[in-house]
């Protein structure tokens, strides 16, 4: 079972960059893609990014094109979100997702998942 943990959440000023991290177990983690969601209060779970396991391939909601970028490096098992040019409709809680193909943007689709972490962007 591929457990996950993500990291690198945290308070910024609007305008700021964050990077998030996600370390996965080792297991299966060359067979999976892997996706970013967050999580608004009171709203759903909304897709962000998603990655293939070779990387070559990514896809991004329209809400972050041009200001997210996700990325993977396998030899340390880990997916990354770098977040620039933040406002405060980013703020969210962030999960890691692990799935068995690359392109869903709905949570079910994916069946592994991180706690989450919390990104909060001031105005």
């Given at each position: 079972q591929v457990q996950l943990a993500e990291s690198?959440?945290?308070l910024v000023a609007a305008g700021g960059s964050l990077?998030?991290?996600?370390?996965?177990s080792e297991r299966t983690w060359s067979s999976n893609a892997m996706a970013w969601f967050r999580q608004a209060p009171g709203k759903g779970r909304e897709f962000v990014a998603t990655i293939t396991w070779s990387g070559g391939?990514?896809?991004y909601?329209?809400?972050?094109k041009g200001r997210f970028t996700i990325s993977r490096?396998?030899?340390k098992n880990t997916v990354y979100l770098q977040m620039n040019s933040l406002n405060p409709e980013d703020t969210a809680v962030?999960?890691?997702a692990a799935g068995r193909r690359f392109g869903p943007r709905v949570?079910?689709?994916y069946t592994y998942w991180g706690q989450g972490t919390q990104v909060t962007v001031s105005s």
């Open positions: 690198g959440g945290g990077r998030l991290s996600c370390a996965a391939s990514t896809a909601a329209d809400s972050v490096d396998n030899a962030y999960y890691c949570p079910l689709e």
